[in-house]
């Protein structure tokens, strides 16, 4: 019993996809399902008419975000594996919540567009990955198309993004020329042949040893003598593989392939397997808390509104960190104090939610949440009590100011407000000395104000206009003591407070949060605030 309640957790993988959107995430978290045998056909995940909804358009945000819930997560079952891949939302759903979903993963795949490299929004969620020390695989993507030159893209993802590379396979050719990848372990050499299989593109997989004269054949002269020259030079300059630093996030091993044709998914699929550990322990107040050791625990890392007006219903996402969870025993909210049943607990399988009976650490699940839960929040078993290291507040990029229309509104708007922060839709700030006589929004995808308008109107009869602030750059000053009027340099950025007094900055750039640096010798800004 206690051996297969083990067995259980260290056969879970929890990682999730980052991506500049249009890198391929979505192809290659479909042909990973596809092995899995979650679903049965390309183009399930996520349809593609629904992914590009008019910007203002509500009811098209519900929908999308229907599918966001039920695309949440997706946990599918391979080899011996019990693997659940969290989605990171991109494109106009970006937001927040794509960040604190990162929080809840063990590791991350990188997935880059062979033709473009590294590119913002990977920049951004990498950041998160590198602050939690999580391991990142990285994946080429779209090599049957034409391509950066390789030692460029790994020389890209080193300098921009700091993490050293170990190449695991390597391509040969790209675009109309690429005629596979070469296995740096077995040396063995998998042929590509685009195909077309009932209109869905694929590819023809042959294996070759490198050295076969038969290999030389297939691909020519001049791309066979480059590969032999790109091994000896990645065999004697690139780094050697170290599973430590795998562990550690410090350095990154990279596949190329092609999601499109599903080619080279299944090799990287395995080695990833191979080279991710299961549910990792986690950092609270009592120290870490090993995921099999210690009976149920969690902590909430996203809320999502229910969308039925009528209700006010909110999910609530949480990963289980540690033991088994039980839906018919009560659980501990460690923040309120109170201990509670959990109800309708779900799972989502792909694209179907069901209510589950039971769950391990490592899988997510969404749970109504009665009113009281906050993002960062610590469940566990009754009898328990600590609290799991916080979310961080992640830095929104665009920011408004709050003109309520309806003056006599001045309560509910302050609840709906108070209360969108506290779910974690958006930030609020106040006038560093005005106050809350002038309030400013922050968010992290502008699609957030759409959301905060229309929930404003529709849930709290509050009617606002939002004014847009020329600022895309926020810092916590570390030292909260800090009087911001006497700083030097200060005229060109805003000064503000969150709801909690802690001093904060708005830039239009970074050269400007140089500059103000440069001029107050000793002051540190932040760009996480962690809770
Ligand atoms: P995302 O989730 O990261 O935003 O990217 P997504 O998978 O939606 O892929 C973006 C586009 O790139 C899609 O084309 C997809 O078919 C294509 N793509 C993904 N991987 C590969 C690859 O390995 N090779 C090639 N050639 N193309 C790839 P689209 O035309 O925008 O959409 P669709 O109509 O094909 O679905």
Redesign the pocket.
């Known amino acids: 019993m206690a051996e297969a309640f083990k067995q259980e957790i260290e056969k879970r993988r929890t990682f999730a996809i980052i ?10 978290t479909e042909k990973l399902l596809l092995y899995g045998g979650a679903i049965n056909t390309a ?1 399930s995940v996520k349809g ?1 008419a629904n992914s590009k909804y008019a910007v203002s358009d509500w009811m098209g945000i519900e929908k999308e975000r229907g599918i966001s819930v039920t695309s949440s997560v997706l946990q599918f079952h391979y080899s011996d594996f019990c693997i659940n891949i969290l989605d990171t939302p ?2 106009q759903d970006f937001s927040e919540d794509t960040y604190r979903t990162l929080m809840a993963a063990d590791s991350a795949v990188m ?1 880059i567009d062979a033709s473009k490299g590294v590119e913002a929004q990977t920049i951004k969620l990498f950041k998160v990955c590198v602050m939690r020390h999580i391991p990142i695989f990285t994946f080429i ?5 034409e391509a950066r030159d390789s030692f460029e893209l790994l020389d890209e993802i080193e300098n921009v993004l700091g993490i050293r590379t170990c190449p695991i396979n390597w391509p040969i050719g790209a675009g109309k020329r690429f005629k596979g990848v070469y296995d740096r372990n077995t040396k063995k050499v998998s042929t590509f042949q685009a195909v077309s299989v009932g209109g869905a ?1 694929s590819a023809e997989e042959t294996e070759y040893h490198v050295d076969d004269p038969a290999l030389k054949e297939l691909v020519g002269d001049e791309l066979f003598d480059q590969l032999h020259e790109e091994i000896e030079l990645l065999d004697g300059a690139s780094d050697a593989f170290d599973q430590e630093l795998v562990d550690k996030g410090e350095l990154s091993p990279v596949f190329f ?5 599903t080619f080279g998914v299944e090799t990287f699929l395995e080695h990833f397997l191979r080279m991710t550990q299961s549910p990792l322990a986690r950092t609270s107040d009592i120290g870490m808390i090993d995921p099999v050791e210690e009976p149920f625990s969690g902590f909430i890392f996203k809320i999502q509104a229910n969308m039925n007006k009528a209700h006010h219903d909110r999910i609530a996402f949480m990963r289980i960190a540690s033991g088994k969870f039980d839906a018919s025993k009560d659980v501990y909210h460690v923040q309120s104090g109170r201990k509670l049943k959990l109800s309708q607990p779900q799972q989502i399988m792909a694209q179907e939610r069901k209510v589950i009976e039971e769950a391990y650490a490592g899988d997510v699940i969404g749970v109504f949440d009665p009113g009281i839960f906050s993002i960062g929040d610590t469940l566990c078993t009754p009898g328990k009590k600590f609290t799991y290291e916080g979310i961080p507040t992640f830095a929104p990029e665009h920011f408004c100011r709050v003109v309520q229309l309806d003056s006599m509104k001045r309560k509910q708007f302050n609840k709906g407000v108070t209360q969108l922060a506290q779910e974690g839709a958006i930030q609020i700030f106040q006038d560093y000395s005005l106050g809350l006589s002038e309030i400013i929004v922050g968010v992290v995808g502008v699609l957030q104000f759409d959301v905060l308008k229309y929930r404003l109107e529709n849930e709290y009869g509050c009617d606002i206009r939002l004014e847009p602030l020329p600022y895309n750059y926020i810092r916590w000053v570390k030292d909260p003591s800090t009087d911001l009027t006497s700083l030097k340099r200060i005229s060109d950025c805003k000064k503000v407070k969150d709801m909690k007094d802690n001093p904060l900055l708005l830039f239009a750039n970074e050269w400007s949060i140089r500059l103000l640096l440069e001029h107050n010798e000793g002051l540190e800004l932040e760009e996480f605030k962690k809770n």
């Open positions: 991506s500049h959107p249009d890198a391929g995430k979505t192809t290659l183009g593609k991109g494109h997935v993507n779209k090599m049957d198309l593109k392939g092609s999601a499109l044709t």
